[in-house]
């Protein structure tokens, strides 16, 4: 019996995922806003019905995308990490942080719903997402200033700050220009303006 209900877990557990797997290709392409219940139910050929047996509605559908993004993001940084040299890991930084940006569009999604009317449980969940990626991007930019002999104090969060808008920037911009972004230049270049 005890078989039985964990299989029963399992289907449920792998429904869930492919209903957020689909979801998260629609709102990266047509954002949160632009996708509903219905859309999804239409996308996975189902009823609505059965897509709020798994979830409560849109929200919630959402934050566990935008959990997903997060999470693989956060993965991103973390390759980075891994590099030995601090100039080839700063530069790693910037260029997975770009290719993750412009390869999932709902991270530029997840930026612009913090301008669009939207409920303030997502906009939480963005806030607390970034501070953690925030959290992970930051000893690198404290590794970067140490390997350095500076004379005066920089603050690393108002770097790190400063590096993600600069990089949330150039994602937006390219998105909203359809370009193709070439991470290695632009890292290049972000590197030798702000270290």
């Given at each position: 019996?005890?078989?039985?209900?964990?299989?029963?877990?399992?289907?449920v557990?792998?429904?869930?995922?492919?209903?957020?797997?689909?979801?998260?290709?629609?709102?990266s392409?047509?954002?949160?806003?632009?996708?509903s219940?219905?859309?999804?139910?239409k996308?996975?050929?189902i009823?609505?019905?059965?897509?709020?047996?798994?979830?409560?509605?849109?929200a919630?559908?959402?934050?566990?995308?935008?959990?997903?993004?997060?999470?693989?993001?956060?993965l991103?940084?973390?390759?980075?990490?891994s590099?030995?040299?601090?100039?080839k890991?700063?530069?790693?930084?910037?260029?997975?942080?770009?290719?993750?940006?412009?390869?999932?569009?709902?991270?530029?999604?997840?930026?612009?719903?913090?301008?669009?009317?939207?409920?303030?449980?997502?906009?939480?969940?963005?806030t607390?997402?970034?501070e953690r990626?925030?959290?992970?991007?930051?000893?690198?930019?404290?590794?970067?200033?140490?390997?350095?002999?500076?004379?005066?104090?920089?603050?690393?969060?108002?770097?790190?700050s400063?590096?993600?808008?600069?990089?949330d920037?150039?994602?937006l911009?390219?998105?909203?220009?359809?370009?193709?972004?070439?991470?290695?230049?632009?890292?290049?270049?972000?590197?030798?303006v702000?270290?």
């Open positions: 019996m005890a078989t039985i209900a964990k299989q029963s877990g399992d289907i557990q792998d429904t869930k995922k492919y209903i957020t797997d689909t979801a998260r290709r629609l709102f392409e047509f954002s949160y806003l632009g996708v219940m219905n859309d999804i139910a996308k996975l050929n009823t609505k019905a059965a897509l709020y047996y798994h979830f409560t509605g849109k919630e559908i959402y934050e566990k995308v935008l959990d997903n993004v997060f999470n693989d993001l956060s991103s940084i973390a390759q980075a990490s590099e030995a040299a601090i100039d890991k700063l530069h790693k930084l910037v260029k997975n942080y770009l290719e993750f940006g412009f390869k999932e569009k709902n991270l530029i999604k997840a930026l612009m719903l913090k301008l669009s009317p939207g409920g303030d449980q997502i906009t939480k969940r963005i607390q997402s970034r990626i925030a959290n992970l991007i930051q000893p690198i930019i404290e590794e970067v200033f140490s390997s350095k002999k500076l004379t005066k104090k920089v603050d690393a969060g108002l770097l790190t400063l590096l993600t808008s600069m990089m920037g150039l994602l911009e390219y998105s909203f220009l359809n370009k193709k972004i070439n991470s290695a230049k632009i890292s290049d270049q972000i590197i030798a702000l270290f």
